[in-house]
């Protein structure tokens, strides 16, 4: 039973870290595209 709570446990802790790591480098993607926009503007 507690083997379960825990494999549960870390398998939801897995899929959040990713999920962050994923939207962290998706706003960074996104910052860096609007800067190379900034970038295009300004030539």
Known sequence: ???DKLIFFTK???R???RYKARKE???LIYFAQFLERVQFSY
């Open 1 to 3: 039973m507690l083997q």
């Open 12 to 14: 939801f802790l897995a």
């Open 16 to 18: 959040t870290q990713i």
């Open 26 to 28: 998706q706003s960074q």
